[in-house]
Structure formats: structure tokens, C-alpha cells
């Protein structure tokens, strides 16, 4: 099953191998990870996607929860949540193709950032299903080069964690 | 005042209470060793990295306080990785100091540099790289106290040249704070009272002691509790001295080479108490028919303990004193409804004591040919409650296990988590360090006793009289006994070919060696062994095919197991 795992640990060096050693020890592959500083610059937040058996991701949640740099963990898991990824495609455009690329940029609301005689560099965001969707319209087209930022994720209503 | 970092790391260990250190110097520690001989501190000079971990974990074990071990960059590091892992594995409080190459040569592959933090990962409950001198005060300072609190281990402090030789004002912490590190200590009353209820409607209570209770120093509370509801003990390897074995609610050790009555208590149970334990596969065997009758109550300080292997019914997170303390408050306070507990519970401890009865542990003894258990049970009756035992790993592990009474807590040391061969003689030297007047001995195979026989000159230099007994049966003999049992005595690689002259080799050292062939030798030996003045090794000559048994199968059930051969 798929698992999204925010982490909020010292913002400090080494700490995202001791993150990503409990998932690697146990032969687990991270689908994605994303990490940055948060309000408090000394507090780093990495969000993870993952999937695999539930007991042993309950094992993994509970070894980040010990681990002497780690402040909190969120699993995601059965939860309400907004989710969002951004991604950037170089795809081919020529004079052929150049409208119709246009075309499906403005339906998935994305934005040329870049554009030459032969290209254009496409930004969107959104769910990683909206992000499925648009590289596989624009696939025929020729994508040249793409880059997915993995997901973050908030849990819905008016909770938050402060300090972060 | 201005000091350097190698004099700052020596000003704390002292204000941390550090008497005696176990080491090995080296290029990148040599500041520190210099300025260790300005330092009341005790320096103990192993002759393998591994065995100044392994010492400063027999220290650990025996005294209950923060062994310290340090060694140099690259190869003395990678040296203590198993000795590290050793304590890791059993949760025993070290605090490892390593050299490491000047910080502008980190990451160059220069001489004697190893990646020592991402090594010792995962196998250390914390570690550091100190990159400012400014920052080691408060770096051994919570190194410390991750160490000794929570669920204990080992935390490394991996120390580059260029800051130890730097200087800065030297204030030591008085606390530590540390937001992503907070041990729960007081167990949840509520969980506490719903345990209380649990114990007080079960009419086939076992209460299944670990490690834990040793590292908490709760054999006290856990005494107090098992009596008042009068429930039997079962101890884990790790417990074995937690309990006194010779106690009418005693069990003995449970699991693979566990006695036959405490299985079949634990199968039959209804109810389970799991203290400071940790569902350890050699414990469990099969998980599917373990304890299948059983609800599980799990106490124990670390969450990731619990549900790990088996399901629990009420889990209470933990520091075990604690937990135990308020358990035995609150049903102390319901007398009337103990004593019928107690009342209704008089069938299942005459069940118990019919398996005792039917299969206590034994042996065939033998007039010709001495039999190593028999060695093991004269030791017993030769040496006071208060001597402390360590083992190597293998079947004279079991047989320690099986057949020494133990009585006081910190006087069994044993690799149990890891297996470790050739733990024994280095963490027998580093009790006898903490205790120069109890009697230690090790006990051990002749194949585990040859990783770290280099040890014998650490105790004849430092005048630590370990004496070390060797159960010579001239194999591997644990996985010896697999191969008999499991691979149609195949006897691959187990045999152990070349005859060692054991007494002779004491001798090279400086060290007595003494030998018995015959069983009327044994007493002898032991007797003579044990009244030498210094190391003494005594060689025994026993069965060489004896197993241990009862034995469980690996992946069978407790009910399952092999009485005889």
C-alpha cells in the first residue's frame, strides 16, 4: 500500500542517511522524497512516498519516531490531505506540433517557462495523477527531458503543526 | 580557560564519572594519549580494538554504568564495529571515542580514514562527527545521556585530529536538551490498571523477564511482583540473572535451548507478561503457535519493541521500575481479590511443577569421560553467589545458561542479540577492571576463545585475575550439533583439526594453565584454578559430540522439542 510519510527532523547534516537508512536497511525503495527547511530554520521538513507492507511501514514510522533527530512524524496514511507535485517537461515543438502542445498546457493550467524555435519547457503542478495525465498526452508529442518533484503534502483543515 | 580539544574530552569524562577507559592509541588519538597522562583517568591498553569495546561492555554490564572505549581513525574504527554492534544488539550504555583524519581531509580516501559515522549508523543508538571544537563539550555531554537513558546502547564520537588540537573555553552542560529525544518514563496509569485486572482474572499467568529488567536494575520490583500474585518466571538469555533460578517460581530460561517446563508454561499460559523482552526469534520459535492461548501484556521502555513480532494485547511504554512499581501499588491495595487469584491459580503451579518433575534439566553423566555440563555445575557449587560469569557463544553459552543457578542481577554478561564469539574474555576483563576483587570468569570454547585469546596479555599486564574456563571439545561445537542434527553429520569445516596446547599457551603469556582429562581432575582443577593467583586457564577434555539440549528445531514450535538425543 501506498504510504506518505512527513518527517520533521534537525536541520542538520547526516540526518536525512539516518531518514533514508530505515527505509534502504529493509530493502524498502522511496518512490519520492522531498526535503527543505521549514518556518524554523532549524527544523527540516522531508516528505516521503513509499509503499509496501503495512507492519513493516508501522515498524519504519515507529524507528523515525526514536531516532534522536527526528521532532515528528506524520503518516499520512487513512488521512485527509492536499498533495501536490510540480513538474518540469522539455517536449518537442515544432511548427506541427507547437498548438497542440499550447493547447494541452492551458487545459492542465501548467506555463511555458522556456521556449525555443524547436521546444518548450512546460511547468505544472498538481496531483501526481494530474502530473500522470499531462506527460502522457504530451508523450506522442516527444518529451525530451522531465523532472517530478515528488509530492508534498499538508493534511486538510485548520490544524497545523506550529513551528512548522 | 582556553582548552585543547583532547584536554576537553578528558575534563568530561571525568565530570561524567569515568574511572577507567579500554583502548589502543594510533596516529589521529595521539594528542588525546598524551594528555591522558595528565589525566587521573585509568587507561586500559587492549590488544585489539574489538576487545576494548567488548571490555568496555563487560564494564557496562557489570557496574550498570557508561563503559568508554576509545580508538584510533580507519582500522582501530572499524575494529570496534563488532563490539559495537554487540552492544547495540543487547542495549548495553558505551560511549565510543574514535580518531578521525583532520576535517580538511575528510573524504580524500586519506591514510587511516574510514567513513566511521556512516559505518557505525546503523549500529549505534546515536553518533557524531564533531566538526567544532566548540561544540564537543555539549556533544559528549548528550552522548552520555543518549546513552544511559531511554532504551540504553552505544553512541560513537567520531573525533577529527584538527579538533582536538584546537582550543576553546571548556564549560561543561548542566542539562541537555534535545527536542526530538524524550523516553517515556512513567508508564500510562490507565494501561497500568487494565493490566492489574488482566492479572487479577488469569488463571495461567506467566511473566516472561528480558534484558530489560537487568538494564533497568528492577530484579527488586520484578521479585516483589512475581511473588504477590505468585506467578512463574521465565527469563530470557539476557534476564538469566534477573531472577534467582533457584526461586520456587522460577522457570528458567525459555526458547530454543530454554527448559522444557518454562515452553510448555508459556504454550499453556492465558495470560503472558512480557517485561523488558523483545520476542526474539530464538525465544518465540514458530510465531504461529507461540503462546497461542495467551493474551500479551508488554512492558517495556522502547515502542518499537512492541507488536515488532507478536501481537499484544496491552502494550506499557516504559521504564520498568516504574511500570513494576505502580503494578505492585495497585494491586497490593486489592488483598482480598489476590489472594483468590492466587487461590485459583494453585492447579496451574502444580501443572508447572509436574513438567519440572517429568523433564528437569539433566544430563547422562559419565565416570570416564567428562561431560560439560558436569564442569559447569562444579564451577557453581566452587564459587560464591557474587562471581561473575561471562560466556563466549556456543553450546558452554547454553550449558552456562542452562546449568549455573544465578542469583544477583550484573553477574551473567553474555552476547546474546549478536552471538558474538570471542565477547567473553574481553568483557571478563572489563568486569574484573570494575571489581578487581570479585572473582570473574570466563567461560568458553576452545573455538571462541581463539578470536581474542590475544586478550591474555591484557590481564597478565594489568594483573586481572580472569580466570577462563575452556570446554575443549575440539569443534565448532553448536554448529557441529546443527550439522549432526539437520545435515546428516556433515561435519563441514567444524572440526577444529589442530590440537592447541591451551596450558602451554598460558604459559607463553605469562599466564597459569592447568588441564583435566579425566572427571575426578575436574574438582581439582577448578579448586587449584580458582585459588591461583592471576589468569589462570583450565582446559577441559569433554565429550566431544555432547548436545544441547532440550533443543526447539528452528522454526518449530516451543511445544515441539527434542527431549534427548
Given amino acids: ?164 | 580557560m582556553k582548552k585543547t580539544g583532547s584536554q576537553i574530552l578528558l575534563e568530561c569524562l571525568t565530570l561524567e564519572g569515568v574511572d577507567t577507559i579500554f583502548g589502543y592509541p594510533g596516529g589521529t588519538v595521539i594528542n588525546i594519549y598524551d594528555d591522558l597522562m595528565d589525566s587521573p583517568i585509568k587507561h586500559i591498553l587492549t590488544r585489539h580494538e574489538q576487545a576494548a569495546v567488548h571490555a568496555a561492555d563487560g564494564y557496562a554490564r557489570a557496574t550498570g554504568k557508561v563503559g568508554v572505549a576509545l580508538a584510533t581513525s580507519g582500522p582501530g574504527a572499524t575494529n570496534t564495529i563488532t563490539g559495537i554492534a554487540t552492544a547495540y544488539m543487547d542495549s548495553i550504555p558505551l560511549v565510543i571515542i574514535t580518531g578521525q583524519v583532520p576535517t580538511a581531509l575528510i573524504g580524500n580516501d586519506a591514510f587511516q580514514e574510514a567513513d566511521v559515522i556512516g559505518i557505525t549508523r546503523p549500529v549505534t543508538k546515536h553518533n557524531y562527527l564533531v566538526k567544532d571544537v566548540k561544540d564537543l563539550a555539549r556533544i559528549l555531554k548528550q552522548a552520555f545521556y543518549i546513552a544511559r537513558t531511554g532504551r540504553p546502547g552505544p553512541v560513537l564520537v567520531d573525533l577529527p585530529k584538527d579538533v582536538q588540537m584546537a582550543t576553546a573555553e571548556f564549560s561543561y552542560p548542566d542539562t541537555v536538551e534535545l527536542r526530538g529525544y524524550k523516553p517515556t518514563f512513567s508508564g500510562n496509569a490507565r494501561q497500568v490498571e487494565k493490566a492489574a485486572k488482566m492479572i487479577l482474572a488469569a488463571r495461567k499467568p506467566v511473566i516472561y523477564v528480558g534484558g530489560g529488567v537487568v538494564l533497568s536494575n528492577s530484579s527488586d520490583e520484578l521479585k516483589q511482583f512475581a511473588e504477590l500474585v505468585q506467578a512463574p518466571v521465565t527469563t530470557t538469555l539476557m534476564a538469566m540473572s534477573s531472577f534467582p533460578k533457584k526461586h520456587p517460581l522460577s522457570l528458567g530460561m525459555l526458547g530454543m535451548h530454554g527448559t522444557y517446563y518454562a515452553n510448555m508454561a508459556v504454550t499453556n499460559s492465558d495470560l503472558l507478561i512480557a517485561v523488558g523482552a523483545r520476542f526474539d526469534d530464538r525465544v518465540t520459535g514458530k510465531i504461529a503457535t507461540f503462546a497461542p492461548h495467551a493474551k500479551i501484556i508488554h512492558i517495556d521502555i522502547d515502542p518499537t519493541s512492541i507488536k515488532k513480532n507478536v501481537r499484544v494485547d496491552l502494550p506499557i511504554v516504559g521504564d520498568l521500575k516504574d511500570v513494576l512499581q505502580t503494578l505492585v501499588k495497585k494491586l497490593g491495595e486489592r488483598q482480598e481479590l489476590i489472594a483468590a487469584m492466587v487461590d485459583e491459580t494453585t492447579g496451574w503451579r502444580k501443572e508447572i511443577d509436574n513438567w519440572k518433575e517429568q523433564h528437569p534439566m539433566s544430563y547422562t553423566a559419565s565416570k570416564t569421560i567428562i561431560k560439560p555440563q558436569y564442569v559447569i555445575e562444579k564451577i557453581r557449587e566452587l564459587t560464591n553467589d557474587d562471581a561473575i560469569i561471562t560466556t563466549e557463544v556456543g553450546q558452554h553459552q547454553m550449558w552456562t545458561a542452562q546449568f549455573f543457578d544465578f542469583s544477583q542481577p550484573r553477574t551473567f554478561l553474555s552476547s546474546g542479540g549478536l552471538g558474538t564469539m570471542g565477547y567473553g574474555l574481553p568483557a571478563a576483563l572489563g568486569a574484573q577492571a570494575a571489581f578487581p576483587e570479585r572473582q570473574v570468569i570466563d567461560v568458553s570454547g576452545d573455538g571462541s576463545f581463539q578470536m581474542n585469546s590475544q586478550e591474555l596479555a591484557t590481564l597478565v599486564q594489568y594483573r586481572l585475575p580472569v580466570k577462563i574456563v575452556i570446554l575443549n571439545n575440539n569443534f565448532l561445537g553448536m554448529v557441529r550439533q546443527w550439522q549432526q542434527l539437520f545435515f546428516h553429520k556433515r561435519y563441514s569445516q567444524t572440526c577444529m583439526e589442530l590440537p592447541i596446547d591451551f596450558v602451554k599457551l598460558a604459559e607463553a603469556y605469562g599466564a597459569t594453565g592447568l588441564r583435566a582429562t579425566t572427571p575426578d581432575e575436574v574438582e581439582n582443577v577448578i579448586r587449584k584454578g580458582l585459588e591461583t593467583p592471576g589468569p589462570v586457564i583450565m582446559e577441559f577434555k569433554v565429550a566431544r559430540e555432547e548436545n544441547v539440549l532440550p533443543m526447539v528445531p528452528a522454526g518449530a514450535g516451543l511445544n515441539e522439542m527434542v527431549l534427548a538425543s
Fill in chain 1, 1 to 164: 500500500m501506498k504510504h506518505i510519510i512527513s518527517v520533521l527532523v534537525e536541520n542538520e547534516f547526516g540526518v536525512l542517511s539516518r531518514v533514508v537508512g530505515l527505509f534502504s536497511g529493509r530493502g524498502f525503495n522511496i518512490e519520492s522524497l522531498s526535503v527543505a527547511p521549514t518556518l524554523d530554520p532549524t527544523i527540516s521538513r522531508i516528505t516521503i512516498a513509499t509503499s509496501g507492507d503495512d507492519q513493516i511501514l508501522e515498524q519504519i514510522t515507529k524507528q523515525l519516531n526514536k531516532l534522536i533527530d527526528t521532532i515528528k512524524i506524520i503518516d499520512f496514511t487513512g488521512q485527509d490531505f492536499v498533495e501536490r507535485e510540480m513538474s518540469l517537461i522539455k517536449v518537442t515543438a515544432e511548427d506541427n506540433t507547437r498548438a497542440e502542445v499550447l493547447r494541452i498546457v492551458d487545459i492542465f493550467r501548467g506555463k511555458i517557462v522556456d521556449v525555443t524555435p524547436r521546444s518548450f519547457t512546460i511547468e505544472v503542478t498538481g496531483s501526481p495523477t494530474k502530473i500522470d495525465a499531462i506527460i502522457e498526452l504530451l508523450r506522442p508529442m516527444g518529451i525530451k527531458e522531465l523532472v517530478r518533484s515528488g509530492p508534498v503534502v499538508l493534511g486538510r483543515g485548520p490544524k497545523g503543526w506550529k513551528g512548522a
